[in-house]
């Protein structure tokens, strides 16, 4: 039986604005993203018993698994493969999918819309289905809002409701001596949760959100300026999920006292990242937040 390999890369949000709700409850937001190499890595086989099955290959030992993660028919990469062989016509085939889990789970990192992008790309390659990006990318909206994204990745704009994007020059190839740190506290977050959060703040005290200038933010980085893209950096979700989570501050805090550029809380948190000029730095920050027990998945890596 043949199989197909993928990586599926997690990612950080430089900037991350909300500018309203449609009526159907999604938040319209403006995002920009970068892919980070973080990844999990998914192999899928044709199998001769029909049906989908999801195996976790690490699931004793590793960090990454603390948060309860279903393989169900709940889980995305099920979603994915079963919207595309329902599509094709072709329920009957059978699909057995490995998943090498590394990107922490309930993150900010997108990492289930990234084992979901992995998995349209895999079973369309392995399957031969004929699917264009495009196609995905509108087959993966219905699945998460970052799945568009995370079928693409790079740097990116986002809007929309995540569905909407445009392509930016390479922080990897512009920037090529920017180290990331990544450290993920030993809390989960609900995206969900947050944003319904950030919505009660709205209503409340609106008044005390600064939002994010996401456009000077495009503009620094397609002129190549390190420092506009870290001084434009901003996350609204990052206002309610440290209020809960005041670690949060505290890894900010410590990766800026060790020289960070800049340093916040990705997507809906509770992962934090911090952009480094120098990779000795990042690696003496990454001490530092181990030293304090601040996070127990810390990653030093690169843009990708």
Known sequence: ????????????????????????????????????????????????????????????????????????????????????????????????????????????????????????????????????????????????????YCIEGGTALSEGIGEVLTSLPSLAENFEDVTFLVAKPAVSVSTQQAYGQYDELVEKDVQSICHPDVDKMVEAIKAQDLSGVCGTMLNVLQY??????????????????AGAENAMMSGSGPTVFGIFTEKVRAENAAREVARGKLANEIFVVKAI
Not at 45 to 74: H, R
Not at 240 to 257: G, H, K, L, Y
């Open 1 to 148: 039986m043949s199989e197909i390999i993928e990586k599926a890369y997690g990612k950080v949000n430089l900037s991350l604005d909300i500018t309203g709700r449609r009526e159907d409850g999604y938040h319209l937001v403006r995002m920009v993203m970068q892919t980070l190499d973080i990844y999990d890595t998914l192999t899928m086989k044709e199998v001769n018993t029909p049906g989908i099955e999801i195996e976790l290959l690490n699931a004793q030992g590793n960090a990454a698994n603390s948060g309860k993660l279903s393989l169900g028919q709940d889980n995305l990469i099920y979603k994915a493969a079963h919207v595309l062989l329902e599509k094709t016509g072709r329920l009957e085939q059978g699909l057995y999918i490995t998943l090498d889990k590394r990107i922490p789970i309930a993150a900010g990192m997108a990492g289930g819309s990234a084992d979901c992008a992995a998995t349209l790309r895999g079973v369309n390659k392995l399957l031969s289905l004929g699917f264009s990006n495009e196609d995905l990318r509108e087959i993966g909206v219905t699945l998460g809002a970052d799945v568009p």
């Open 240 to 257: 309610v999920t440290a209020e809960r989570n005041p670690v949060i501050v505290d890894i900010v805090d410590t990766m800026m006292d």
